[in-house]
Nanobody, 125 residues
């Protein structure tokens, strides 16, 4: 069974930084890939970033490219999302997701079968 636990969400001022972490268990490393998605009130779930353990490939949405960094640590089974220069538009519930059996990351939410409970990120002016 895969279990994902997110932490690091909270309130931050615009222009500030925040680190989100996802502690994962039950993975089949290195044949796994992970991603972060977010969902703002009244909006659809949106892709943020993705990474594969084996290949080291990373993907970012245009809205966060250059500001956010996704990383993974196999030893700790964690997936981090470092968020810098936060904007009001970044306010959302952020979700960690994992797909098993492949090192290839995906930008599509339907490719991920395992999800965390989400953590709230609120950016204020």
């Amino acid at each position: 069974q895969v279990q994902l636990r997110e932490s690091g969400g909270g309130l931050v001022q615009a222009g500030g930084s925040l680190l989100l972490s996802c502690a994962a268990s039950g993975l089949t490393l290195p044949n796994d890939a992970a991603a972060w998605f977010r969902q703002a009130p009244g909006k659809e779930r949106e892709f943020v970033a993705a990474v594969g353990w084996g290949g080291g490939t990373t993907y970012y949405s245009d809205s966060v490219k250059g500001r956010f960094t996704i990383s993974r640590a196999s030893a700790e089974n964690t997936i981090d999302l470092q968020m810098n220069r936060l904007k009001l538009e970044d306010t959302a519930v952020y979700y960690c997701a994992v797909r098993l059996g492949t090192m290839v990351p995906s930008t599509k939410d339907y490719d991920y079968a395992n999800w965390g409970q989400g953590t709230q990120v609120t950016v204020s002016s």
